[in-house]
Nanobody, 128 residues
Framework: QVYLVESGGGLAQAGGSLSLSCTAS????????MGWFRQAPGKEGEVVAT????????YYRDSGKGRFTISRDKAKSTVYLQMNSLKTDDTGTYFC?????????????????????WGQGTHATVSS
């Protein structure tokens, strides 16, 4: 059984930071590109950031460029999303996702349908 468990959400003020973590079990994280998606209240889910198997070629949604950093730690089987300079629009539930791929370097998928495993989500609220 595959589990992706997110943590690190909570309440932050605009301009502040939050660090999200996603710990995987039941799969070999090295075999997967990973991603973070966000579901904001009343809005469709959207990709926030994705990362290839080796960490190269990360993808960021335009709204997160320069503020968010996605990274991965093989030894801890964990993927991170560091969010700085938070804005109220960053509020939402953040989901970790995994996409199995043979591409080591360049595959940083962006579509919801590209991912086959999902976590339960962690909620982040950014107040003004």
């Amino acid at each position: 059984q595959v589990y992706l468990v997110e943590s690190g959400g909570g309440l932050a003020q605009a301009g502040g930071s939050l660090s999200l973590s996603c710990t995987a079990s039941g799969l070999k994280l090295d075999d997967y590109a990973m991603g973070w998606f966000r579901q904001a209240p009343g809005k469709e889910g959207e990709v926030v950031a994705t990362i290839s198997r080796t960490g190269r070629n990360p993808y960021y949604r335009d709204s997160g460029k320069g503020r968010f950093t996605i990274s991965r730690d093989k030894a801890k089987s964990t993927v991170y999303l560091q969010m700085n300079s938070l804005k109220t629009d960053d509020t939402g539930t953040y989901f970790c996702s995994a996409a199995r791929t043979t591409d080591l370097y360049n595959y940083s998928p962006r579509a919801h349908s590209d991912f086959e495993h999902w976590g339960q989500g962690t909620h982040a609220t950014v107040s003004s």
